[in-house]
């Protein structure tokens, strides 16, 4: 009886490399572009929330407006904060460690661990407008949206608990808006935290100088840190 042919490595290479192309580099490719068009949709929501924020809020002082910053960043001021809304241009798989792997979801379809992720940074809106380059941000939340528009958020209060079940969890516009909601209420609840003195005690000959337009002393927002009594929640 005649032998086959042992298949040449080199053609078993190249095929796998086909099937890698063909649907692990084709899914990721698609997830990217859907979240551009997620992305663009969640600009527009807050676009609207922001307006109808405006009906009510007349006083021209409080910050309510939208910045965009490219196809891939906006920044909504409100109040004295302002969100940076980033849209980030890879696509990353859930960890084998992540325990989500071992939900029925992920366990049926591995294609359903990949996601395309949104971030959101909260500064305070002078850190900005002001170009005070020492003054910190923090990461608000990251929100993850996989090929089926299931999703989950990691992120500060309510919203790292609220969205944290993707086998449920499918994105909407009614989703999106809520997501915007209480991402400006998470913000809105925490004021400028003052720095240890000890940080204050020294300035620089030219910081004397500056110190009528812009004092360079690192500002940040007191984010992580709340008394019960503070919060406000939006469900």
């Avoid at 890879?90 to 359903?112: C, E, I, M």
């Avoid at 925490?190 to 000890?198: G, M, N, S, V």
């Amino acid at each position: 009886m005649k032998k086959k042919a042992a298949t040449n490595p080199l053609d078993a290479n190249r095929q796998q490399l086909i099937d890698l192309l063909m649907h692990k580099s084709a899914l990721k490719q698609d997830i990217a572009d859907d979240l551009e068009l997620v992305f663009d949709d969640l600009r527009k929501l807050i676009e609207i929330e922001i307006n109808a924020l405006k009906e009510v809020i007349t006083d021209e002082r409080v910050r309510l407006f939208i910045k965009d910053r490219g196809d891939h960043e906006f920044h909504v001021y409100i109040g004295s904060d302002v969100l940076v809304f980033n849209l980030h241009h890879n696509v990353f798989r859930l960890p084998d460690s992540n325990p989500l792997w071992g939900t029925s979801y992920f366990k049926s379809q591995p294609n359903n661990g990949y996601f395309g992720t949104i971030h959101i940074y909260n500064f305070l809106a002078e850190s900005l407008q002001q170009n005070r380059l020492d003054d910190q941000g923090y990461l608000l939340a990251r929100i993850f949206v996989n090929h089926e528009r299931h999703f989950f958020i990691e992120g500060k209060g309510s919203l790292g608990y609220t969205f944290s079940d993707p086998q449920h969890m499918l994105l909407s516009a009614e989703m999106l808006q809520l997501i915007a909601q209480m991402s400006f209420a998470y913000a809105l609840q925490f004021d400028l935290y003052i720095p240890p003195f000890e940080l204050m005690d020294e300035v620089s000959v030219g910081q004397i100088y500056v110190m009528g337009e812009q004092l360079k002393l690192r500002t940040a927002k007191r984010l992580g840190f709340k008394m019960s009594k503070d919060e406000t929640e939006i469900s």
